[in-house]
């Protein structure tokens, strides 16, 4: 269902008309002074606008609000992400070494593994980071979760799959998108 | 994407996951890399499905690992912590939590749940430090120690302290928080974290204190700098990531009433003392600032029991005070 540009700007044009300010306001009144307001509201706008079929939209003050809140659920947990990162950093004393970009990129990706794990049972994930970032042995997680290195195995084997399939869902889903 | 690369059967995927597994322990049998090649070698979409799970770890190669590994532990446990409620999706998280979280959780949180040092509420304790510094450490208080060759750090994540500093002329004495440091010239002083200000107040000797503009700002509010002041005895500064307060004058005895289980208030408008026994009270205190804001209260309540504390407030000002549920104490005024 592929829209002539001038149609769909057209409808981006209105849709921004009739929705941005009051998102604004929306966005305003939740946050404070923790974000700034416009900014969510603006990508919030752009986000729904350049992804979706403006027209098949049924709610779209339900569906704009919906985006917001993602978006800021995402701006919290990379900005508690930088913070305990750095911090970490610091108490490692290493945080010369690290320099904005480092810590911009680490985020993301810091954010990326946090997506991969949402969802998973403590012990699980554990088990997966203690392996995979900081490259124990099995046995080593088993003491230090208090389990049986054969179920650290099969956690990361779950945890793994876990991971896989909220990777490659995103795959699937933003190639469908962009078409 | 190729879209039939997308749809991997499941059991493909776990029989990669079980490969990747096998292959990448400490001791792996020639007879297994063969057995591995001949399973890879059997069907293209064995490679793919191998290839998806090996790449999922490539942006593991760009992060610190054991900071990387901490702040995850931190921020996952912190949001599993608020959604006690299984599977929650992001989506269905309401925005009032949020907004709470990252208030409360900033810097704090992220070191509040591991600090070595810790009160609980209502509790006062002392610590003593290896330089033979003291450290007495007020209600709900987290700090953890940071000595080197070069300085005494306190990194105090929440709460209030106050410092007895013993004299080393070669390392100085730091406190800091999320909002700036404080750092002692001379001998004694109180350093108290709020949610938007650190407060710092000086009992004796001189301490300067600086403002630490947040890092975790987002781009767009930054523009703050750092500003540094010189403490008094008997002055306090309320420093934010933004700057720092005009000094107030504050006598010393108030500064450190809590230490022998008072709070001592001049002239102070209810809510604010209010907002103040709040922190060592297990109750919450429900009130309505606007209602309450024209009450000042000068004198010295005991910090150790609050309801009582509560109560005589409630008698000298004629409140209306109400216990709801165990664990709220409801101030209002008389009608």
Redesign the interface.
């Known amino acids: 269902m592929q829209q002539t540009p001038s149609l769909h700007q057209r409808l981006a044009s209105d849709f921004y008309q009739a929705h941005h300010a009051w998102l604004n306001g929306w966005l305003r009144k939740?946050?404070?002074c923790?974000?700034?307001a416009s900014?969510v509201a603006q990508d919030a706008m752009i986000k729904v606008i350049y992804h979706q079929d403006i027209a098949t939209i049924q709610e779209p003050r339900a569906y704009l609000t919906?985006t917001a809140?993602?978006l800021?659920?995402d701006?919290?947990?990379k900005?508690?992400?930088?913070?305990?990162?750095?911090?970490?950093?610091r108490?490692?004393q290493?945080a010369l070494a690290?320099s904005p970009d480092h810590i911009r990129?680490?985020v993301e990706?810091?954010n990326?593994?946090?997506k991969?794990?949402?969802?998973l049972p403590?012990k699980v994930?554990?088990a997966f980071?203690?392996n995979?970032?900081?490259?124990l042995?099995?046995i080593e997680i088993a003491e230090q979760l208090g389990v049986s290195s054969s179920m650290i195995?099969q956690y990361?084997?779950r945890a793994?799959?876990h991971?896989?399939q909220v990777?490659?869902a995103d795959?699937?889903e933003s190639?469908k998108i962009s078409r | 994407?190729n879209?039939a690369f997308?749809q991997i059967p499941?059991n493909i995927?776990?029989q990669a996951?079980?490969w990747?597994?096998q292959i990448n322990?400490?001791e792996v049998k020639a007879s297994e890399r063969v057995a591995f090649e001949a399973w890879l070698n059997q069907d293209a979409l064995h490679q793919n499905a191998y290839q998806?799970?090996e790449s999922?770890?490539e942006?593991?190669e760009?992060?610190?690992?054991?900071?990387?590994?901490?702040?995850?532990?931190?921020?996952?446990?912190?949001?599993?912590k608020l959604n006690t409620r299984k599977?929650l999706s992001?989506?269905a998280?309401g925005?009032?939590l949020?907004?709470a979280?990252?208030?409360a959780?900033?810097?704090p949180?992220?070191?509040v749940m591991l600090a070595d040092n810790k009160t609980a509420v209502g509790e006062i304790k002392t610590i003593d430090l290896p330089d033979n510094s003291r450290i007495v450490m007020n209600t709900n208080t987290a700090f953890d120690v940071?000595f080197d060759g070069k300085q005494r750090l306190i990194k105090l994540y929440k709460g209030e302290v106050f410092v007895e500093v013993s004299k080393d002329a070669n390392r100085p004495f730091l406190v800091e928080t999320k909002h700036g440091d404080a750092r002692a010239l001379g001998t004694q002083f109180v350093v108290n974290v709020e949610s938007e200000t650190t407060a710092v107040g000086v009992v004796e000797s001189k301490v300067e204190a600086c403002n630490a503009p947040s890092?975790?700002q987002?781009e767009?509010?930054s523009g703050a700098q750092r500003a540094c002041i010189t403490l008094h005895p008997n002055q306090r500064v309320k420093i934010s990531n933004q700057s720092l307060s005009s000094v107030q004058s504050v006598d010393a005895s108030a500064m450190t009433g809590w230490l022998s289980g008072t709070a001592i208030y001049d002239n102070q408008p209810l809510p604010v003392v209010l907002a103040d026994l709040q922190r060592y009270s297990k109750n919450q205190l429900v009130f309505s600032s606007a209602a309450l804001q024209h009450i000042n209260v000068s004198g010295v309540l005991s910090i150790n029991d609050i309801p009582h504390a509560i109560s005589i407030l409630g008698d000298q000002f004629n409140l209306q005070v109400e216990a709801v549920n165990d664990n709220e104490i409801k101030i209002n005024p008389q009608n």
């Open positions: 939740k946050l404070s923790v974000f700034d900014d919906t809140t993602r800021i659920i701006l919290v947990r900005r508690n992400l930088e913070a305990a990162y750095v911090d970490a950093l108490y490692q290493e690290a990129e680490a990706t810091l990326q593994i946090v991969m794990l949402e969802g403590e994930y554990r980071l203690m995979k970032l900081e490259g042995a099995y195995k990361i084997a793994m799959l991971c896989y990777v490659y795959d699937v190639s | 994407m879209p997308s499941q995927v776990e996951i079980a990747h597994l322990t400490a998806r799970v999922m770890f942006p593991f760009y992060v610190d690992a054991k900071a990387a590994k901490r702040s995850i532990d931190v921020v996952l446990k912190a949001e599993r599977n992001g989506i998280l925005l009032t949020l907004v979280v990252s208030v959780f900033q810097m949180m992220t070191n940071a890092y975790l987002l767009t509010l």
